[in-house]
């Protein structure tokens, strides 16, 4: 569930219209949810944030914003690497 909210192929409507009818449980349904659109949101207002102070291309990579991606990404990907090493 948390791969299909990272991933943008599918849209969020087709994900939660089949969401009860392949009996996803609404706990897992909430936090996927919540979770997966954190860096979808993260990127958007960034991208707004940036375009109204560009004043050159270097402007829009930075450190600070590679790095909160790159921890977004490894926190929302780490549940799906607990649950195989378990298994």
């Known amino acids: ?8 192929t ?3 409507t087709f994900i ?3 969401s009860p009818i392949v ?3 609404y706990r897992i349904f909430f936090l996927a949810t919540f979770i997966g ?7 958007t207002v960034k991208a707004g944030i940036a375009l109204g102070e560009l004043q050159s291309v270097g402007d ?3 450190f600070k914003s590679i790095a909160t991606l790159f921890i ?5 990907v780490t549940p799906t690497l ?3 090493t378990k298994s």
């Open 1 to 8: 569930m948390l791969f299909l909210r990272l991933t943008p």
């Open 10 to 12: 599918l849209p969020n």
């Open 16 to 18: 939660n219209v089949a």
């Open 23 to 25: 009996d996803i449980p």
């Open 37 to 43: 659109l954190i860096p979808a949101a993260y990127v």
């Open 60 to 62: 829009l990579y930075d």
């Open 72 to 76: 977004i990404g490894v926190v929302s």
């Open 82 to 84: 607990m649950s195989k």
